[in-house]
């Protein structure tokens, strides 16, 4: 009998979004706009990968919903992302083989006030 497997993908992104707030004296998190994360298929307290375009630095934590176009980090991170950063933000998915078949990645693009300007829909190829 074969064993159940899932494949970790990348299941949302929000590409080169900037950082608007860094909160060293918060209990974690990042604070991302609510538009953003519904426009990513991001759900509250889910995990999340934010990529930094200024230093290289990655940092995994949990998203809490926020204003429009607010990009925050809270807590320790705060010390490596500041206001103006540009960065990556990855959400990931654990897919079975059937999930794979109907699997659908989310890509948004932001304006300069992160503002979501395009969606775009990747499908999985075979």
């Known amino acids: 009998?074969?064993?159940?497997?899932?494949?970790?993908?990348?299941?949302?992104?929000?590409?080169?979004?900037?950082?608007?707030?860094?909160?060293?004296?918060?209990?974690?998190?990042?604070?991302?706009?609510?538009?953003?994360?519904?426009?990513?298929?991001?759900?509250?307290?889910?995990?999340?990968?934010?990529?930094?375009?200024?230093?290289?630095?990655?940092?995994?934590?949990?998203?809490i919903p926020g204003k429009a176009g607010q990009i925050c980090l809270n807590g320790c991170p705060a010390r490596l992302f500041q206001p103006g950063d540009e960065v990556i933000i990855l959400s990931l998915g654990q897919f079975d083989a059937a999930e794979l078949s109907t699997f659908s990645q989310k890509v948004v693009f932001v304006d300069d006030k992160n503002a979501v300007v395009s969606v775009e829909t990747h499908k999985l190829s075979s």
């Open 1 to 63: 009998m074969r064993g159940f497997m899932l494949r970790t993908l990348c299941k949302g992104k929000i590409h080169r979004v900037r950082v608007t707030e860094a909160h060293l004296d918060y209990t974690g998190s990042i604070t991302i706009g609510e538009e953003l994360m519904r426009a990513a298929d991001i759900k509250p307290y889910e995990i999340v990968h934010i990529n930094n375009m200024a230093n290289a630095v990655h940092w995994e934590t949990y998203a």
